[in-house]
């Protein structure tokens, strides 16, 4: 038999031969070096808001059960199963670390027992096993967490993948994905600016607009909803918050719509990244951007499978199977149908995205989630820059009204033929059909026929087809023959024929049309439905505004303002300055529960000369501090009224209150900054 490992050599933090068996969790705690209490509050950050007072407070939190429920969910198979043979081992006494690994072992494998110890080393880091060198124990709450722990299968799932492709292929197929989301939500917003549609009662898109918008994109309900949901995280839609309330885009469109599409695609990838939702399961039946959607559980397991695909060669087409299996094995607790939800849509969704290409990470993707938070966006905006497919300025027009562009459409171009024409196809090659609506269209934004053609001739490589000049000079002659506006609604027409022809056309008995003059009718139908019908019946009318003049509808007329998102940060601010001084204020409480009574514990405090400043400039001041991790004087405000001078290192500023070590009762406490009367820096000490 081997030498059993003690455990002093598995643990962090634990008892050596010159320290005392520990009676407790706490006393375990208390005997830890400062960088093992340091990885068990970075593994465990519940565990440190609030900062604990001591260490006996710290063992308490630790084995609460909310606390040990979030530990147990992040334990792969193998380590709740060594946590359960090690609950069921030491009931009632501890269990000799030898033992415990020769079950364990013998349960799994032969070949599993390095990773045995190894997972003995993390439960003890983590504080679910507590003990001394040779022997330990598994906390009480986990005793009865174990029920329905079975063993491992060995060895342990791994990736597995088809084939593996040229990174090179990969980012440029993804670069053409992410023109294409790019191009699709534009295109959507645009739409949307000129006619909005309306909010629910009950929050988000009525089915019948989000079957419009399908219609629009040409599309599927999956990947229209996927550029509605992106556009509402981002902050590029939201709800206008008027009386009668719309889906508007927001000012900050306006922004995303003038930068560059590798940052215009960098702002959808984080959105994305952080959207607590699964829009590429929406059915045509489903109200999109309704608040019950969002799943806040999804933001991470997204992210799980992403970091798991991340671990995989470049260019590696992973099998989606084998990324369930690995993540069933990583964190059993977390398996169900939301997690195979959350993996198919992510795989789904990152290829319209251009995040991945069949299981394969594109470079932009993988500098998102792999580069520091400073440079990541940057780093992925320029791998995407080179990833991105070349704008085209030109596209062929067809004598069959229809517009080909051979590539990825520069905006402009883009904007100007979604303008006057409609898209039919998409893919390598768009297909833009013009009819007489589209042109109609094009007019109503305040073109003229000389215009639309000065347009199209422009961009094209073929000149304009004569068919295509017959029919926008003739819908321009037509157009603004009828006149619309709101009597309800009232229409007028010089022709007095044509007043007669609308009057009998049994096409519109439903609009309720009546004469009131020779060139006048009035309907009680509004006059956006008056124009639809009279459309519909082939008539050419324009709306009229009440001077009389043709309305331009401006494309842009809509707008929201930017929501402002309350951020949620994934941590706390400086983890590591926050960690630093909760373990010196554990140290401290346990000297002040020790110490004799009337016995000060070490500090700092006088009456305050410093003097006093603006709240601005105390701000400021602390903020440096924070910024720098540098030490400072404040003169602060007791209750009664009595200013004393302290010494504190300031950890986090927000509320009204900054977070601070204080040096006086070395303990992790709040102060508010209304009290702070001055703040000035240590001098440096000869």
């Not at 900050?252 to 960098?266: G, M, S, T, Y």
């Not at 601070?660 to 820096?681: C, K, N, P, W, Y």
Request: hydrophobic share 45%; net charge negative.
């Amino acid at each position: 038999m081997r030498p059993a490992p003690s455990l002093a050599a598995v643990g962090h933090g634990v008892t050596t031969a010159k320290q005392a068996i520990p009676r407790s969790l706490a006393d375990a705690l208390r005997q830890r070096e400062d960088p093992d209490l340091s990885a068990l509050l970075t593994a465990r950050p519940d565990l440190l808001h609030p900062v604990p007072s001591d260490f006996t407070a710290l063992a308490t939190r630790a084995t609460s059960g909310p606390s040990v429920s979030r530990s147990l969910d992040s334990l792969t198979s193998l380590d709740l199963f060594v946590l359960s043979t090690a609950a069921n081992l030491s009931g009632d006494a501890a269990v000799s670390i030898t033992e415990l690994t020769e079950a364990a072992t013998a349960a799994i494998s032969p070949d599993a027992r390095g990773s045995v110890v190894s997972s003995i080393r993390r439960l003890t880091s983590l504080a679910l096993l507590w003990g001394s060198s040779t022997a330990c124990r598994a906390i009480h709450p986990v005793r009865e967490a174990m029920a329905g722990v079975t063993t491992p299968t060995w060895p342990l799932a791994h990736l597995t993948w088809t084939r593996v492709m040229e990174q090179g292929d990969v980012d440029e197929q993804a670069g053409g994905h992410a023109h294409a989301a790019i191009a699709q939500l534009r295109d959507l917003l645009e739409a949307w600016s000129a006619e909005p549609p309306g909010v629910l009662r009950s929050g988000g898109l009525a089915i019948r607009d989000f079957a419009a918008a399908i219609r629009l994109l040409n599309t599927d309900a999956a990947t229209a909803s996927l550029s509605i949901e992106l556009a509402n995280a981002a902050g590029l839609l939201a709800d206008d918050q008027e009386e009668r309330p719309t889906w508007t885009p927001t000012d900050a469109f306006d922004l995303w719509e003038e930068a560059a599409a590798p940052a215009q695609w960098v702002a959808l990838a984080v959105a994305w990244l952080s959207m607590p939702r699964l829009p590429s399961v929406a059915t045509e039946r489903t109200n999109i951007l309704a608040n019950e959607l969002d799943r806040k559980a999804v933001i991470g397991l997204r992210l799980a499978v992403l970091s798991l695909l991340a671990e995989a060669p470049a260019g590696a087409l992973v099998d989606p199977a084998s990324i369930s299996a690995v993540l069933n094995d990583r964190q059993p607790r977390r398996a169900g149908q939301l997690r195979e939800q959350a993996i198919t849509s992510t795989l789904a969704e990152g290829l319209l995205l251009g995040m991945l290409v069949g299981g394969a990470l594109s470079s932009p993707a993988r500098a998102l989630l792999t580069e520091s938070p400073k440079d990541r966006e940057a780093r992925a905006a320029a791998a995407m820059t080179a990833a991105m497919p070349a704008e085209v300025d030109h596209v062929l027009i067809q004598a069959d009204m229809t517009i080909i562009a051979p590539g990825p459409v520069a905006p402009a171009l883009g904007a100007a033929l979604n303008r006057v024409a409609e898209i039919e196809s998409r893919g390598h090659a768009t297909v833009y059909r013009i009819s007489e609506s589209s042109i109609q269209r094009a007019l109503e934004s305040g073109w003229d026929a000389a215009q639309i053609r000065g347009v199209l001739a422009e961009a094209s490589t073929t000149g304009l087809p004569q068919p295509l000049a017959y029919l926008i000079d003739d819908t321009a002659r037509r157009h603004g023959a009828v006149r619309v506006g709101t009597a309800s609604s009232y229409l007028r027409c010089d022709n007095e024929a044509t007043i007669s022809a609308i009057l009998t056309d049994r096409r519109l008995r439903t609009l309720d049309l009546a004469r009131i003059a020779d060139t006048v009718i009035v309907s009680q139908a509004p006059s956006a439905e008056l124009i639809i019908g009279l459309r519909t019946a082939g008539y050419a009318p324009a709306a009229e505004a009440p001077d009389g003049t043709i309305v331009v509808r401006n494309p842009r007329q809509h707008r929201s303002a930017s929501p402002r998102h309350r951020k949620v940060a994934a941590s706390r601010a400086d983890p590591v300055t926050l960690i630093s001084a909760a373990i010196k204020g554990l140290r401290a409480g346990d000297r002040a529960a020790n110490a004799p009574r009337r016995t000060t514990i070490a500090g700092p405090a006088g009456v305050s000369d410093l003097r006093a400043t603006t709240s601005t400039a105390i701000v400021a001041a602390l903020r440096t501090a924070i910024a720098e991790a540098t030490p400072v004087w404040i003169g602060y405000a007791d209750t009664d009224g009595t200013t004393t001078e302290q010494i504190i290192d300031p950890i986090r500023l927000g509320g009204g209150t900054v977070t601070a070590f204080d040096h006086r009762t070395e303990q992790v406490r709040g102060f508010m900054v209304a009290r702070i009367s001055g703040v000035a820096l240590l001098e440096s000490e000869g």
